[in-house]
Nanobody, 127 residues
Framework: QVSLVESGGGSVQAGGSLRLSCAEY???????MGWFRQAPGKEREGVAA????????YYADSVKGRFTISQDNAKNTLHLQMNSLKPEDTAMYYC?????????????????????WGQGTQVTVSS
């Protein structure tokens, strides 16, 4: 079993930065990890993902060049560094995890590929 707890959300002005963290508990060895977001009235969408060890990184086109996913293995913590934030980045952000699977490799940003989810942390970007 895996438990995930997000933190680091908040309110910032457009152009600002935030760093989200996701603490991982349980059997976290070899997990594939992802960050997702969901705005009111919209479907949950994948933002960034990485396989074990971060050898492969994936980003949604809307955040490429602005967001960076990373893993601190010593602290079992996943991060999402968000720079140059825009009002359209406003959403609840979720951390998610799954044990390695072949189907994940084809759809690393698909919510359906993940089994474990955190409770979310709110990010609000004002113009």
């Amino acid at each position: 079993q895996v438990s995930l707890v997000e933190s680091g959300g908040g309110s910032v002005q457009a152009g600002g930065s935030l760093r989200l963290s996701c603490a991982e508990y349980g059997y976290t060895y070899s997990l594939y990890m992802g960050w997702f977001r969901q705005a009111p009235g919209k479907e949950r969408e994948g933002v960034a993902a990485m396989n074990t060890g971060g050898r492969s990184l994936y980003y949604a086109d809307s955040v490429k060049g602005r967001f960076t996913i990373s893993q601190d293995n010593a602290k079992n913590t996943l991060h999402l560094q968000m720079n140059s934030l825009k009002p359209e980045d406003t959403a609840m952000y979720y951390c998610a995890a799954v044990y390695p699977s072949y189907t994940w490799r084809d759809r690393p940003l698909a919510p359906a590929e993940y089994n474990y989810w955190g409770q979310g942390t709110q990010v609000t970007v004002s113009s």
